[in-house]
Antibody, heavy 120, light 112 residues
C-alpha cells in the first residue's frame, strides 16, 4: 500500500525547534521528489518546501527560508523537516506529499499530517 | 508570487446537477515551449488530506471519476463536476506549479 506517515509534531514554545519526519512505503521513495505543505485547520493550503529525489536540490517558501531545512534519507525512506526559530504563525497541520510522476510540483500522495502548535 | 483566486467561495448544488468552480491566476501559467498549463486541482474532504484530481489543467489523475473535468488556459481555469454526487461534498483547491513558490487558491466549498 502506498503510504506516507508523518510524525514529530507537538507543542513548542515560540523560538523553539521541532523536527518532523515522514515515513514512506509502497513506492520507490528514492525516485520521488517530496514536499511539505501546511494548513491551519479550517484554512487553505500553503506550500512550505521541496526536495529533489537525491536530496541535492531544495527550495522554500519565503516565510520559512533560513529557519526550516528539508532533507531526506533514501536508505530509510524518510523525509524530514527541521524547524527552528518557530513562530506562532508556523502553527499548522503539516503534510508531507509526493511530487507527481512527470509533474513533480504537484502532489499525488499525501500523508494524514502532523500537528504543530507554537505557544507559550 | 503568482496569486490564485478562486470563485465562488462556496456553492450549493443539487444532486445530479453541474458544479462549476473558477480559478484565475495573476499571471499566465502556460509554458509556451510545451504548450502546457501548469495548473492542478485538488479535492479535500473533511478530516482528510487533499487528493489530486487534475493536472496539466485538464488531465485526470488515475482513478478520478470522469464527471470531474478541467479546462482553461493561460490565466483562467475551470473545474466542472458534471453530475454532483453526495461523495463530492468537499473543498476544492486550484494550484499553480509554473513557478515557486507553489501557490494555491483559497478554496471553494461545494455543498448539496
Amino acid at each position: 500500500e502506498v503510504q506516507l506517515v508523518e510524525s514529530g509534531g507537538g507543542l513548542v514554545q515560540p523560538g523553539g525547534s521541532l523536527r518532523l519526519s515522514c515515513a514512506a512505503s509502497g513506492f520507490t521513495f528514492s525516485n520521488s521528489w517530496m514536499h511539505w505543505v501546511r494548513q491551519v485547520p479550517g484554512k487553505g493550503l500553503v506550500w512550505v518546501s521541496r526536495v529533489d529525489a537525491n536530496g541535492s536540490a531544495t527550495s522554500y517558501a519565503a516565510s520559512v527560508k533560513g529557519r526550516f531545512t528539508i532533507s531526506r534519507d533514501n536508505a530509510k525512506n524518510t523525509l524530514y523537516l527541521e524547524m527552528n526559530s518557530l513562530r506562532a504563525e508556523d502553527a499548522a497541520l503539516y503534510y508531507c506529499a509526493r511530487g507527481g510522476d512527470g509533474h513533480r510540483y504537484t502532489f499525488d500522495i499525501w500523508g494524514q499530517g502532523t500537528m504543530v502548535t507554537v505557544s507559550s | 508570487d503568482i496569486v490564485m483566486t478562486q470563485s465562488p467561495d462556496s456553492l450549493a448544488v443539487s444532486l445530479g446537477e453541474r458544479a462549476t468552480i473558477n480559478c484565475k491566476s495573476s499571471q499566465s501559467v502556460l509554458y509556451s515551449s510545451n504548450s502546457k498549463n501548469f495548473l492542478a486541482w485538488y479535492q479535500q474532504k473533511p478530516g482528510q488530506p487533499p487528493k489530486l484530481l487534475i493536472y496539466w489543467a485538464s488531465m485526470r489523475e488515475s482513478g478520478v471519476p470522469d464527471r470531474f473535468s478541467g479546462s482553461g488556459s493561460g490565466t483562467d481555469f475551470t473545474l466542472t463536476i458534471s453530475s454532483l454526487q453526495a461523495e463530492d461534498v468537499a473543498v476544492y483547491y486550484c494550484q499553480q506549479y509554473y513557478s515557486t513558490p507553489l501557490t494555491f487558491g483559497g478554496g471553494t466549498k461545494v455543498e448539496i
